[in-house]
């Protein structure tokens, strides 16, 4: 077989011109329903350093007020994430259960930090941060889970932290089910279990459109 076969059969295909392959991605509503706050992770699958960094990569492409760019963060896997569990409170609307699970926690996080003093601006910037790196973990198979319920001190000095912690990203593989449950106007918000079954109401666009 000649060495550029697959040269010319391109070349075929394309009538001569340069043909290029293009990967296919998931769209941006399968990446949004996927895209559920997880409050129980598979112990035995932990991402790695490099993963994370993947994730932390999106905040390069996002805007910025000001374009001051002023968030940093910490990935934080392996033996470190002993120190951060119990830090985490991933369950505020459910106060008569614990979430997470005893051996169902997340096994990594990213830590949202101030490069700047916090204000109005900074809350925006975290918003898109965390989010877009919330789908970048979809995208890339993992459960995420946005965590504000920690204290910020402790978490500075179980990782020797200079800056302060703005909010967590937590992060593993994902088990269990998460459904989304329509809802009228006026119905509780709350999120709920039952059965094993994770239920977050969703509001009708009907019901968040100003006429």
Not at 79 to 88: G, I, R, Y
Not at 158 to 166: D, G, K, M, T, V
């Amino acid at each position: 077989m000649a060495d550029n076969y697959l040269e010319k059969k391109f070349e075929q295909l394309g009538g001569g011109k340069t043909v290029v392959l293009r990967k296919s991605y998931p769209s941006l509503d399968t990446l949004l329903h996927r895209t559920r706050s997880c409050r129980s992770y598979d112990s035995s699958y932990m991402p790695d350093r490099n993963m994370l960094e993947k994730i932390v990569a999106v905040n390069t492409l996002l805007p910025s007020a000001m374009n001051r760019q002023a968030l940093r963060f910490r990935p934080v896997t392996g033996e470190e994430m002993d120190a951060v569990k119990p830090l985490l409170h991933m369950g505020a609307a459910l106060p008569g259960e614990q979430i997470p699970q005893p051996g169902k926690e997340p096994t990594a996080c990213i830590v949202v930090c101030a490069g700047v003093e916090e204000d109005r601006w900074m809350d925006i910037d975290l918003g898109i941060s965390l989010h877009a790196m919330a789908l970048r973990a979809t995208e890339l198979g993992l459960a995420s889970c946005i965590v504000g319920s920690c204290s910020p001190e402790a978490l500075r000095q179980a990782l020797s932290l200079e800056l302060q912690p703005l909010a967590v990203l937590a992060l593993g593989r994902g088990d269990g089910s998460i459904f989304l449950k329509p809802v009228e106007a006026g119905e509780s918000l709350k999120y709920y279990r039952k059965e094993g079954v994770h239920y977050v109401p969703k509001l009708r666009l009907e019901d968040i459109i100003l006429k």
